[in-house]
C-alpha cells in the first residue's frame, strides 16, 4: 500500500527565514507527486506537481521542490519566507494504477512570524 | 466565478439526522471527488464519479450516498448521523480522472452534536 508522512506537524519560523517541509513517500509503482496549500478557512490548492522530466519543480511563489527516488522523498523549500505563505501544506502521491486516486500525508503547518 | 462551490459552508445538527451537502463545479470536469477532512486535518478520499459514474468508492459506511445528476454535480447525502461523522468535507474535479490536478472547493465544516 502507498503512503505518505510529513514528519512535521508544524513548523515555525521568522519571516524572511528558510524554510523545508519534509515529505516521504512508499509506493512499489511509479507515482506523481504533489504539493498542495490550504490557506485558512479555504480548500486546497496546487502549489507545485512532478510528474517527469526534471526533479525540480518550482511554484509561482517562490516554493521548490524536488524528487529524490533513492530516498523516495519530495521536499518542499523556500529560501526566504514571507507572512502571508502562513498556511498548512500537503504532500500528495498519485499512484500510477487504475485508480488515479491521490494519496495525502498528515499536512504540516508552516507558521511565519515577524 | 468559484470554480468548485460546496453548500453549505457550515451545517450543525444532531445525531440521528439526515443531511445533504451540495457541489458544482463550472470547470466542465469530468472527474469530481468527495473527502474528508478529520480534525487532526488528515484528508482522505472518499468517493470519485467520472462522468456521473462512480469510480472509487473507499471503505465508507453505507450511511454516506453521493449522488451525481450530472457532470458538474456531486452531492453527498448521509442519513443517521453520528458524531464521528463531523469534519471538513471537500469536494473537488479534476479534468478526468487520470489528469491529477484537483481543484477544491472551500468545504463544509459538519458538526453533529
Known amino acids: 500500500a502507498q503512503s505518505v508522512t510529513q514528519l512535521d506537524s508544524q513548523v515555525p519560523v521568522f519571516e524572511e527565514a528558510p524554510v523545508e517541509l519534509r515529505c516521504n513517500y512508499s509506493?512499489?509503482?511509479?507515482?506523481?507527486l504533489f504539493w498542495y496549500v490550504q490557506y485558512p478557512n479555504q480548500g486546497l490548492q496546487l502549489l507545485l506537481k512532478?510528474?517527469?522530466?526534471?526533479?525540480l519543480v518550482e511554484s509561482i511563489n517562490g516554493f521548490e521542490a524536488e524528487f529524490n527516488k533513492s530516498q523516495t522523498s519530495f521536499h518542499l523549500r523556500k529560501p526566504s519566507v514571507h507572512i502571508s505563505d502562513t498556511a498548512e501544506y500537503f504532500c500528495a502521491v498519485s499512484v500510477l494504477d487504475s485508480s488515479y486516486k491521490l494519496i495525502f500525508g498528515s499536512g504540516t503547518r508552516l507558521l511565519v512570524r515577524p | 466565478d468559484t470554480a468548485v462551490s460546496q453548500t453549505p459552508k457550515y451545517l450543525v445538527t444532531q445525531m440521528g439526522n439526515d443531511k445533504s451537502i451540495k457541489c458544482e463545479q463550472n470547470?466542465?470536469?469530468?472527474?469530481m471527488y468527495w473527502y474528508k477532512q478529520d480534525s487532526k486535518k488528515f484528508l482522505k478520499i472518499m468517493f470519485s464519479y467520472n462522468n456521473k459514474e462512480l469510480i472509487i468508492n473507499e471503505t465508507v459506511p453505507n450511511r454516506f450516498s453521493p449522488k451525481s445528476p450530472d457532470k458538474a454535480h456531486l452531492n453527498l447525502h448521509i442519513n443517521s448521523l453520528e458524531l464521528g461523522d463531523s469534519a471538513v468535507y471537500f469536494c473537488a474535479s479534476s479534468q478526468d480522472f487520470s489528469y491529477n490536478e484537483q481543484f477544491f472547493g472551500p468545504g463544509t465544516r459538519l458538526t453533529v452534536l
Open positions: 509506493s512499489s509503482v511509479s507515482v506523481y
Open positions: 512532478y510528474l517527469s522530466g526534471s526533479t
Open positions: 470547470l466542465g470536469h469530468d472527474t
